[in-house]
């Protein structure tokens, strides 16, 4: 279980430019949920997956971890549990090194031990396993520099790589904005597919709604730091998407900024 308590963080405090990013965020998601975030630009999405991941150290509140505490665990402590994918394609790899040799230092880095017993046969054959379920022939290119692969294919590479080992927590920073919308839908289903395998805990920033209203099973909007909706159920399940921006409107007062929305799919 993930547990948020009255996170509050200010960036730049004391001067002209401080920004009150996060506003006593209370949060819990239970093992195995899977959550989507929306919210217009500013709004704390991304300052809040960086919160979890440990980027940052909160000014107020606590993170805990099936009841341990992480509020002031350093980042690559945090990373064994807690993944994290971003939205360039480009980052989280190393793209002169070959698709087995990423995906090795993944496994060595999540605790699958060391790079050399991971390129052993048998890691080779894990590997070359878990890049067919891709679905995208990459199990016939794991010789090839990950830095030639399209950004469709890394971005689904990066996806395995963060969950090869089963984090406890995964967090996606709108990991498919950068995508083509066919080539996004791909990788929403693979992502789909990794998350219910492996039973894991879920937050998923997004800026396409109607994606936010069809993965999961609880989407969260953000206003300036704060939680301003929190679905789930048959209230969740009975929204589209000028449902959802209607009752924003009733709760907020003011029309949602989508300047850089995608209100459906495609």
Known sequence: MLTLQKIDKTFQPGTVNAHHALRGV?????????VTIIGSNGAGKSTLLSA???????????????????????EHRRARRIARIFQDPMRGTAPDLTLEENVALAYARAGGGLLRPALSRQRRALFREQLARLNMGLE??????????????RQAVTLLMATI?????????????????V?????????????SENH??????????????????RTIMLEQGKIVLDL??????ALD???LLSLYRETVGAELDTDRMLLTHG
């Open 232 to 237: 789930s159920g048959s209230e969740r399940e």
């Open 200 to 217: 894991m805990t879920t937050m998923m920033v997004t800026h396409n709604i109607g994606a936010a209203l069809s993965m999961g099973t």
């Open 140 to 153: 016939d290119r794991m010789k090839t520099r990950i830095g030639l692969l399209s950004g469709g294919q």
């Open 52 to 74: 979890i991941a440990g980027s940052f150290f909160v000014d107020r509140g606590h993170i805990l971890l099936d009841g341990e505490e992480l509020t002031y665990v350093p």
């Open 165 to 181: 080992n089963a984090p406890r927590v995964l967090l996606l920073d709108e990991h498919t904005a950068a995508l083509d919308p």
């Open 183 to 195: 080539v996004a839908e791909r990788v929403l289903q693979i992502t789909k597919d990794i998350v």
């Open 241 to 243: 998407v000028p449902g």
């Open 26 to 34: 209370d949060l819990t998601l239970s093992d195995g949920e899977f």
